[in-house]
């Protein structure tokens, strides 16, 4: 019986090392990901505060506003278009005819003898 006092102590200890060394491998794990997230997270800052400048700028405050009033500066010219769809109906299909046509070597050579 005097050996089984120190090989279940042994044993108790191993378990608690392991059990231990799980959690801290656990721990590192949620570390790492959270440096990713962290670093995906401010990578993504910073283009918003980039588009929050660029929306905060007078030009593009005075840009929104002369696209969605319709409206120029003196000397500029507005072309409004149709839809998309629309612009597909009026344009006509181009006719057969514009096909290249294409033509064999022998062609080539008997067309360039002629």
Known sequence: MGLA?????MIVLASSF???YRKV????ELVEKTKVKLEKMEIENEKLAEQL???RSDEYREKQFRDKMGLAKEGEIIVVLPPQDELKRLV???PDEFEPK??????KWLDLFK
């Open 5 to 9: 006092a120190p090989v279940v102590i």
């Open 18 to 20: 392991v059990k231990s």
């Open 25 to 28: 491998k656990l721990g590192d």
């Open 53 to 55: 400048q660029i929306t």
């Open 92 to 94: 006509p299909d181009p």
């Open 102 to 107: 294409i033509k064999t070597n022998w062609q």
